[in-house]
């Protein structure tokens, strides 16, 4: 069964501080990898998306993630923060070519992230 | 409208009446899921229909009742629920279930309160 793991509940950064949020997968085969966020009283939005080639992918907003083969991670990753990027954060996890999962996706725990003027 | 729609948006039932929650894509799509999000819990799956048909039901309870008369309409019938489920029901769509090859978009949620 695929698992996700986001280490990291809650943080805290600066404006205009570089961000780096952890997610760690278990999966047998290759998997598909989303980063999502979540702005208080709304749905999910999707940031970004890795299904094979490049293991650097750009999202919107200016996130980006790389994807680790041999540490199973794929950390959300932006330069620059912005007020307007606190929100909670979601890693999840799909089978990939070949699984029969039928678009389950399995969802990390998130993490909050809180952005100081 | 845009994307994928949910009403209503906060919904607060006894635990012996009957509501439903209704989901509406715009977007073409052909698969259509329910999630829960309660507090301090991972996003949970509970249904999933591709092309209409129930192709997931993630071991939820027979108060919760899904219906999907075409491809752009998600229900979610409600009846004699608990005060557990008080959660954040969300819809998604994408453009096939199969594996997790399409990205799921989400519509905004209904919060529901089981008083």
């Known amino acids: 069964a695929q698992s996700v793991t986001q280490p990291d509940i809650h943080i805290t950064v600066s404006e205009g501080a570089s961000l780096e949020l952890r997610c760690n997968y278990s999966?047998?085969?290759?998997?598909?990898l989303f980063w999502y966020v979540q702005s208080p009283g709304q749905g999910l939005q999707l940031l970004l998306k890795?299904?094979?080639?490049?293991?650097l992918v750009q999202g919107i907003k200016g996130f980006e993630a790389e994807f680790k083969r041999s540490q199973s991670s794929f950390n959300l990753r932006k330069p620059s923060v912005h007020w307007s990027d606190a929100a909670e954060y979601f890693c999840?996890?799909?089978?990939?070519?070949?699984?029969?999962?039928?678009?389950?996706?399995?969802f990390g725990q998130g993490t909050i992230l809180t952005v100081h003027p | 409208e845009t994307g994928v729609t949910q009403t209503p948006r906060h919904l607060v039932m006894g635990m012996t009446n009957k509501k439903s929650l209704k989901c509406e894509q715009h977007?073409?799509?052909?698969?259509m899921y329910w999630y829960k999000q309660s507090a301090k819990k991972p996003l949970e799956l509970m249904f999933v229909?591709?092309?209409?048909?129930?192709?997931e039901n993630n071991s939820v309870p027979s108060r919760f009742s899904p219906e999907c008369p075409n491809s752009s309409h998600l229900f979610l019938h409600l009846h004699t629920l608990q005060p557990e489920d008080s959660a954040l029901y969300l819809c998604?769509?994408?453009?096939?279930?199969?594996?997790?090859?399409?990205?799921?978009?989400f519509g905004p949620g209904t919060r529901l309160t089981v008083t």
């Open positions: 998604a769509s994408s453009q096939d279930s199969q594996g997790a090859r399409y990205e799921q978009y």
């Open positions: 999966y047998g085969a290759t998997p598909y």
């Open positions: 890795y299904f094979s080639g490049d293991t």
């Open positions: 999840a996890v799909g089978a990939g070519a070949g699984g029969t999962s039928y678009g389950k996706l399995t």
């Open positions: 977007l073409g799509h052909n698969a």
């Open positions: 229909y591709n092309f209409k048909e129930q192709t």
